[in-house]
């Protein structure tokens, strides 16, 4: 209940306010909480507590917040889903846009939010939004689509009871080739297994579903109510009703739920977590989370169960956006196909194109803006952070093949893409059975490719900065699932200057803020990260038609064997990162 009068908010309190300046101090701090009811664990929290507070806003209001670093170790926050328009240095992610910010040191997060739904904010560094680090951002529109009574935030989540780092050092591990997943202890609705809901009779009530697992996919649904889905990742759509909705990680979903007129019984909701990536499903994980919605609290009368779980038919493909986007064709292709494999020094890998991405040393938008004319060449990025230029203003297409048995969420930082088209298999450009949605597609910034299947996803490159596009299952994209759009270099060079906060934040992590990927000048990329390329020895090589980059990967490969034996790049910035915090 705590929760419940943390997070409803009557409707139509904000009306047509003056853009404000909205300001958040946030000390980031260690704490504990118990929310699964299981584990006293330590947390990352906010100002000592946890969960973080939810962050509120109008359309086109600044947000401000203010961190100030009280871990022992370093940190950096990403607003999910905000377009960050001439702000890109504000979107958060370490070794895209900005160094991480050291243990004792304080950064501003300050922009502009032309945009109005459900967001979220998070940690972006290395796992740690799965330590507690994240929230609910709701940005209310000046002018709201529909008409409600209620506003609920409504977060979903799973839970581990080990720290993240432990985590990622099981997962990225030569003992793990299969790289099977840290599956998580528990999940849970709102923000703890207790948490609850009561309707009034005959009011309408917004349910702003927000994924922020690191890991599990969630069904969700309520016995004896219609979901009317009106929102998807900030886009509003045209009303459309279901029975349930699922959210992969990073996704968030209006519905509008009408209370019914009688109180006489209570209902379950639902959040069903969908095992099929878990390599193994532990005996005491609760992998169905129910929690009462309740008319009459002093009833014990529930509706039966109508839980269909992973039986759920939804589809974001053919929501309907309120304001209309009809495809363009594109001016620029992109293929990313995905799988994980066994790398050169022996862990287990998510990667595009058979390379796994490796954080640069500068962060790569520091890399555009300090590098001149070579910001247009990819290779000024570093061999392997998957750069990929684009011309300002053209028509981005996507094909994103998911060579992998399990479905994976992607996420593009600084837009939103139209979802137009899908199909079973392998895109080779003369598939007969592509499912075309050309005819104003859905829009969001989290897309689902379920497994052996291909989406293919545009975007209009009008928003230039750097921008990461990753996996937000957070194990995979630690593992390299990741790549970096570097967006109209040439126009980010004449209208953006890095704040001085920025550089400060670089120098106090004892990181380089000028430079290319090696923290050298020009094309001189020696001692940039690399080496860690796919094995080709006949059993990994899944790739087809790729026997040229394969024999061309397989010399890098071998050079990378001699080269790095058994050192992996990221572990060991990980443990100099480790270092210079213990040392501040
Ligand atoms: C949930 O409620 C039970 C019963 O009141 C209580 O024992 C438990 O500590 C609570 N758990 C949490 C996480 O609040
Ligand atoms: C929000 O700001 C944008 C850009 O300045 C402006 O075009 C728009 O009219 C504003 N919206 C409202 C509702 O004030
Ligand atoms: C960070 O900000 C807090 C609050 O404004 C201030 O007390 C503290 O001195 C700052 N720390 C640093 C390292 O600047
Ligand atoms: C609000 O939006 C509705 C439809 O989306 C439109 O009819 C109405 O004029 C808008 N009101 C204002 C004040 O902009
Ligand atoms: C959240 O996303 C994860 C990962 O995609 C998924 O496994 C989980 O089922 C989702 N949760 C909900 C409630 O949709
Ligand atoms: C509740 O009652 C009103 C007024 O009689 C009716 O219009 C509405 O459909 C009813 N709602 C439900 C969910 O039965
Ligand atoms: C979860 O619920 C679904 C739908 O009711 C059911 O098919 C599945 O067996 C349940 N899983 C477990 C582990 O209880
Ligand atoms: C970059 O290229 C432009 C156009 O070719 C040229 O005018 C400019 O002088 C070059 N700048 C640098 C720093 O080389
Ligand atoms: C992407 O893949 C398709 C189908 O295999 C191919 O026709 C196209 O040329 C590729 N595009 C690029 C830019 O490589
Ligand atoms: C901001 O960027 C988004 C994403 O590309 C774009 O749709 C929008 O038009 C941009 N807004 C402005 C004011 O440039
Ligand atoms: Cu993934």
């Known amino acids: 209940m705590r929760l419940f009068a943390a997070c409803l908010f009557v409707a139509g309190s904000t009306g047509l306010a003056q853009a404000a300046r909205v300001v ?47 871990l022992d170790t370093m940190t950096a926050l990403h607003t999910h889903g905000m377009f960050q328009n001439n702000t890109g240095y504000m979107d958060g992610p370490v ?34 939004y799965m330590d507690g680090l994240r929230t609910p951002l709701v940005v209310h529109a000046l002018n709201e689509s529909y008409k409600y009574d209620y506003d609920v935030t409504f977060p979903l989540q799973d839970w581990y009871h080990a720290q993240s780092t432990t985590n990622i050092d099981l997962f990225l591990n030569e003992n793990n ?29 917004r349910l702003r579903l927000i994924n922020m697992s690191g890991f599990s996919m969630f069904y969700f649904s309520i016995d004896g109510h219609d979901l009317d889905v009106i929102e998807i990742d900030g886009i ?12 992969t990680a990073a996704q968030r979903v209006s519905v509008l739920v009408t209370a019914k007129n009688t109180t006489d019984v209570n209902y379950y909701m639902h959040a069903d977590m969908n095992v099929d990536m878990f390599d ?35 589809d974001d493909f ?14 620029h292709q992109v293929n990313l196909t995905f799988n994980f494999d066994v790398t050169t020094n022996g862990i287990n890998r998510g990667m595009f194109n058979e390379v796994p991405y490796l954080s640069p040393k500068i962060p790569t938008l520091n890399t555009l803006l300090t590098q001149g004319n070579y910001s247009l060449e990819p290779e000024v990025y570093g061999p392997q952070t998957q750069a990929i230029i684009l011309k300002h203003l053209e028509m981005v297409e996507i094909v994103l093949i998911n060579l992998d048995a399990g479905a994976h969420p992607f996420h593009l930082h600084g837009h939103v893409f139209q979802l137009v088209g899908r199909g079973p298999g392998v895109y080779d450009g003369s598939n007969s059975d592509v499912e075309w949605f050309l005819d104003n597609p ?26 990461i596009f990753h996996c937000h299952i957070e194990w995979h994209l630690e593992s390299g ?78 050079a990378a064997i001699i080269a790095y034996s058994r050192m992996d790049p990221l572990k060991e910035a990980r443990a100099i990162a480790g270092s210079k915090a213990a040392k501040l």
């Open 236 to 247: 509003d759509v045209q009303r459309k009703t279901v029975k349930s909705v699922y959210l």
């Open 318 to 331: 053919p929501l309907v956006p309120v304001v209309v986007e009809k495809a363009a064709p594109f001016d």
């Open 95 to 128: 070794g895209v846009t900005q160094c991480p910010i050291a243990p004792g040191h304080n950064l501003t997060y300050e922009f502009v939010i032309a945009q109005h739904g459900s967001y979220w904010i998070h940690s972006h560094f290395m796992g740690q």
């Open 442 to 467: 859905s829009r969001r910034d989290t897309i689902q490719v379920p497994a052996e299947t291909y989406v293919i996803i545009r975007f209009r490159a009008d928003n230039p900065g750097v921008w």
């Open 177 to 205: 080739p299969t790289g099977a997943e840290p599956v998580p202890e528990s999940g849970f609705m709102l923000n703890s297994v207790n948490d609850t809901l009561t309707f009034i009779p005959g009011k309408t009530y």
């Open 24 to 70: 958040y101090d946030w000390d980031i701090t260690y704490t504990t909480a118990n929310p699964d009811g299981l584990f006293e664990r330590q947390v990352v929290g906010v100002n000592g507590k946890w969960p973080p507070p939810v962050v509120e806003c109008n359309e086109n209001d600044t947000l401000v917040i203010n961190v100030n670093n009280k």
């Open 280 to 314: 193994i499903i532990p005996e005491d994980l609760l992998v169905n989370l129910t929690a009462p919605l309740y008319y009459n609290k002093d009833s014990t009368n529930f509706a039966a169960s109508e839980d269909v779980g992973m039986g759920s038919d939804f």
């Open 481 to 558: 699932l990741a790549a970096t759009f570097i967006e109209a270099p040439d126009v980010v060079q004449q209208r953006m200057t890095l704040p001085d906060s920025f550089i400060e934040t670089c120098k106090a992590a004892d990181m380089g803020y000028d430079g290319n990927a090696a923290g050298k000048q020009g094309l001189d990329l020696e001692g940039a990260p690399n080496g860690v390329y796919l094995l080709y020895d006949g059993f990994t090589a899944r790739g087809k038609g790729a026997m040229a980059g394969c024999i061309i990967a397989a010399l890098l490969g071998m």
